[in-house]
């Protein structure tokens, strides 16, 4: 009886567990949907806008991608740093 009752707490956790990770993962999806739309959305600003002199136009958006990048994936990986310490401590 008592092994029943250990494998069922286990069962418990395991499920516990992988609801937190679904869970995060649907918020990072969210999160990054949001940072690609805004980029994307400045991506659209600045390839209308007049350019000044002496900036290249190139350099801007190349900067912008690399900041949309970081923005997209951070959700993913911050939510995965935490799971896996939690699961570590486990």
């Known amino acids: 009886m ?3 009752t250990v494998n069922q ?5 395991t499920v516990d567990e992988l609801i937190i ?3 995060f993962l649907v918020y990072a999806t969210i999160e990054s949907a949001t940072a690609i ?3 994307l959305g400045e991506l659209g600003r600045q390839l209308t806008t007049s350019e000044q002199p002496g900036n290249n136009p ?3 958006l ?4 690399k900041r949309v990048a970081s923005q997209v994936a951070e959700p993913y990986s ?3 740093g935490y799971l896996r310490d939690r699961l570590r401590n486990n």
Do not use: W
């Open 2 to 4: 008592q092994e029943n």
């Open 9 to 13: 707490g286990r069962l418990r956790r």
């Open 21 to 23: 990770a679904e869970m």
């Open 37 to 39: 739309g805004e980029g």
């Open 58 to 60: 190139a350099d801007s």
């Open 62 to 65: 190349r900067h912008t991608l």
């Open 78 to 80: 911050s939510r995965f």
